[in-house]
Nanobody, 119 residues
Framework: QVQLVESGGGLVQAGGSLRLSCAAS????????MGWYRQAPEKQRELVAA???????NYADSVKGRFTISRDSAKNTVYLQMISLKPEDTAVYYC?????????????WGQGTQVTVSS
């Protein structure tokens, strides 16, 4: 059974930074893609960033240049470094993993971690 556990969310002022972590049960090398999504109140869940087994990445236009996705296979963890945070980044952030090579990983999901950016 695959478990993804997010951590690192919290309350931060606009312009601040946070690093989210997603720890997987077992090796992340099982997954050809992993990523982060977010869902703000009354909005649809949207992809924030994804990383594939070859190291290629894709980002939502709204976070390009501010967010960076990375992974550490030795720690079975995927990270999302967020800088220059804006109030509109406020959302629940979810980690996802997929056995397919895709820019939109969706096979497995974490429970989410809240990020709140105050103005």
């Amino acid at each position: 059974q695959v478990q993804l556990v997010e951590s690192g969310g919290g309350l931060v002022q606009a312009g601040g930074s946070l690093r989210l972590s997603c720890a997987a049960s077992g090796s992340i090398l099982r997954f050809k893609a992993m990523g982060w999504y977010r869902q703000a109140p009354e909005k649809q869940r949207e992809l924030v960033a994804a990383i594939r087994s070859g190291g290629s990445t894709n980002y939502a236009d709204s976070v390009k240049g501010r967010f960076t996705i990375s992974r550490d296979s030795a720690k079975n963890t995927v990270y999302l470094q967020m800088i220059s945070l804006k109030p509109e980044d406020t959302a629940v952030y979810y980690c996802a993993a997929d056995r397919r090579l895709t820019g939109y990983p969706q096979d497995y999901w974490g429970q989410g971690t809240q990020v709140t950016v105050s103005s």
